[in-house]
């Protein structure tokens, strides 16, 4: 699989035709966040491990395909009150250029939708300390309840008297879902560490399998079609390949070009195709080469 250059089917094809010659209108994307999480696998490259759910083929979006946890923003991500560490509103506004009170939503989206997709939670009594134990059955009905939506992340928190923790995300970049699309997502993307005693659960009701995998198995296992996997979430393990710890990778999270990437449509006579940045192109040429050479 080329993450850089897809061929597309036919009915996106005369979908996105449509759309070009005006006869349709796209839909406005609906604002998202998802979430890497990441723990270390064999130190080499390639071995970082990531956690995959597999999204029931029910779904209306990306039903059968493998994904990061995550999901769209829920108007209670916008709610001020929630207990915050790290950086700032401000500061992950200025980060992600936008107001105090969206970036304050989808870094909430981001920490809630992990929860509620893995049972992981970001959070911590203090500002220095993070939950070690999520798996007891009180913190699974209140998992249950936030799925649901019967129950805030705001009111969660207060109630265990917890801080949501902002500093254990790095700012990954974003993909905004192409205008032939029905369903389409402006999709901020995080990465964040496996907090130390925390274990991810298979617990969502959106996903039939999780699994964690390294990042060399990941791109091999879509590569020969045993894996499905849409374009942003095959072309982040591409940018996760090189490196060999968690740390280095949120590191260099400042450094990563996280201009929005908004997949265009390409036809020819052969086809319809979804192009992507030369960046991409760059690195997808660079981690087969260091796969060839058993880098």
């Known amino acids: 699989m080329d993450p850089t250059v897809r061929q597309l089917p036919d009915?996106?094809?005369e979908q996105a035709r449509a759309f070009a010659d005006g006869t349709r209108q796209p839909v406005e994307p609906k604002d998202a966040s998802t979430v890497v999480l990441v723990r270390d696998g064999d130190g080499l490259p390639g071995g970082l491990e990531l956690y995959l759910l597999r999204r029931t083929t029910g779904m209306a979006f990306a039903g059968g395909f493998c994904v990061f946890p995550g999901g769209g923003v829920d108007p209670r991500d916008f709610d001020h009150d929630v207990a915050w560490v790290g950086p700032s509103p401000a500061e992950w506004a200025a980060l992600l250029d936008t107001s105090e009170s969206h970036a304050r939503a989808l870094v909430c989206a981001a920490v809630r939708?992990?929860?509620?997709?893995?049972?992981?939670?970001l959070a911590g009594p203090t500002a220095d300390t993070v939950v070690d134990d999520t798996t007891g059955e009180d913190w699974e009905t209140d998992r249950r309840r936030m799925e649901a939506r019967?129950?805030?992340?705001?009111?969660f928190l207060d109630r265990?008297?917890?801080s949501l923790r902002t500093d254990l995300l790095a700012w990954w970049g974003s993909w905004v879902t192409p205008v032939f699309e029905p369903r389409r997502y402006d999709t901020r993307f995080f990465v964040a560490q496996l907090p130390a005693g925390q274990v991810t659960r298979d617990v969502s009701t959106e996903s039939d399998h999780v699994v964690w995998m390294p990042v060399r198995e990941?791109?091999?296992?879509v590569d020969a079609g045993r894996l499905a996997m849409?374009?942003?979430?095959?072309?982040?393990?591409?940018?996760?390949?090189?490196?060999?710890?968690?740390?280095?990778a949120l590191a260099s999270a400042d450094g990563r070009d996280r201009s929005p990437i908004r997949p265009e449509m390409q036809v020819d006579e052969a086809g319809g195709y979804l192009e992507l940045p030369e960046r991409l192109v760059a690195l997808g040429e660079r981690v087969a080469a260091m796969k060839a050479a058993g880098r």
């Open 113 to 121: 939708e992990t929860f509620e997709e893995s049972g992981v939670l």
């Open 150 to 155: 019967d129950l805030s992340l705001t009111d």
């Open 230 to 248: 849409l374009p942003p979430t095959y072309a982040t393990c591409l940018e996760l390949f090189e490196f060999t710890s968690t740390t280095d």
């Open 160 to 162: 265990r008297g917890l």
């Open 218 to 221: 990941i791109l091999e296992a």
């Open 11 to 13: 009915h996106l094809v």
